[in-house]
């Protein structure tokens, strides 16, 4: 009952075996198959990481500041790429506001130094023993001493031809001489900010002009009006325009503020000359 053929059990324990190794073997090649997805997944993984970092990235770029492009159409560029006519009216310019500003600031130090000798000549002058030692008082480069000494000389010189003119006409003409003279002198500088003032934006427009000519040139080079074509030229035209402007305005501005300050101090000095020649007149007749 329990007898079996040998061959029988060689067969099965050959087929346990095979199923055996089959198995085993199974088993590693799933270990193997397994083995790679997992690989895959992270290679895969470090792929993906880059592209997933470069969106975070970009902004980071982004926020960084860009380079600083250079104006293609300010000054500097006008200067550089300007050929010699619209440097001539640069400088041109340039001139007229340096020498401007020159006469306005020159002027009202001028002026305020006049407007300090006037109130020192009330205790310095008019307090003196004699129009001598009043002259001596005062500043050698004070317009008052001026015309002090001026009708001082006047009484020593009415001699010889002299004596035909009445003494008071010949000091009156004297101290008006001397008064002409400081008026002169505040006025200088004037006439060139009422030129500047005049003429600067003239200047400008003629550089304006040129510039529309440029812009029109190069339209015409082109045979199309681009902007890129058009913007410097017109853009040298404004910027010359406003240069114009600007050196005219603070001109005729200086002019008119000096002019007006200009008539207070030669009341002043009028004023000063119309004591003097009352005194020197009654000095004069008492001796």
């Known amino acids: 009952?329990?007898?079996?053929?040998?061959?029988?059990?060689?067969?099965?324990?050959?087929?346990?075996?095979?199923?055996?190794?089959?198995?085993?073997?199974g088993v590693s090649f799933s270990g193997v198959v397994m083995a790679q997805p997992s690989g895959a997944v992270s290679v895969a993984a470090e792929a993906s990481a880059p592209a997933s970092a470069a969106p975070l990235a970009a902004p980071a770029e982004a926020a960084k500041p860009a380079d600083a492009v250079d104006n293609p159409?300010?000054?500097?560029?006008?200067?550089?790429?300007?050929?010699?006519?619209?440097?001539?009216?640069?400088?041109?310019?340039?001139?007229?506001?340096?020498?401007?500003?020159?006469?306005?600031?020159?002027?009202?130090l001028e002026q305020s130094k006049i407007g300090r000798q006037s109130k020192k000549?009330?205790?310095s002058f008019w307090n003196a023993g004699s129009v001598e030692q009043g002259a001596e008082n005062l500043e050698s480069s004070s317009?008052?001493?001026?015309?002090?000494e001026a009708g001082i000389e006047a009484t020593k010189k009415h001699d010889g031809l002299l004596q035909h003119v009445g003494f008071n006409d010949w000091v009156t003409l004297s101290i008006q001489r001397a008064i002409e003279r400081i008026q002169s002198r505040l006025q200088g500088g004037l006439a060139f900010l009422a030129t500047v003032g005049s003429t600067a934006p003239f200047v400008g427009l003629f550089g304006t002009v040129w510039g529309i000519y440029h812009a029109?040139?190069?339209?015409?080079?082109?045979?199309?009006?681009?902007?890129?074509?058009?913007?410097?030229?017109?853009?040298?035209?404004?910027?010359?325009?406003?240069?114009?402007?600007?050196?005219?305005?603070?001109?005729?501005?200086?002019?008119?503020?000096?002019?007006?300050?200009?008539k207070g101090v030669l009341d002043d000095?009028?004023?000063?000359?119309?004591?003097?020649?009352?005194v020197?007149?009654?000095?004069?007749?008492?001796a």
């Open 1 to 25: 009952m329990f007898n079996f053929d040998i061959s029988k059990g060689r067969s099965g324990v050959s087929a346990l075996l095979a199923s055996a190794l089959i198995a085993t073997a």
């Open 73 to 108: 159409y300010g000054i500097e560029a006008l200067w550089k790429g300007s050929d010699a006519v619209a440097k001539t009216v640069l400088l041109l310019l340039l001139i007229m506001s340096i020498g401007s500003w020159y006469v306005i600031i020159v002027k009202l």
């Open 121 to 123: 000549t009330t205790s």
């Open 143 to 148: 317009p008052f001493r001026f015309i002090a």
């Open 216 to 262: 029109l040139t190069a339209i015409g080079i082109a045979g199309q009006a681009s902007i890129d074509k058009v913007a410097g030229p017109v853009g040298e035209a404004l910027i010359m325009t406003a240069i114009g402007l600007a050196v005219a305005v603070p001109a005729v501005l200086g002019y008119n503020w000096l002019v007006r300050r200009n």
């Open 269 to 278: 000095v009028r004023a000063f000359g119309s004591d003097l020649h009352s």
């Open 280 to 286: 020197i007149l009654a000095s004069a007749s008492k």
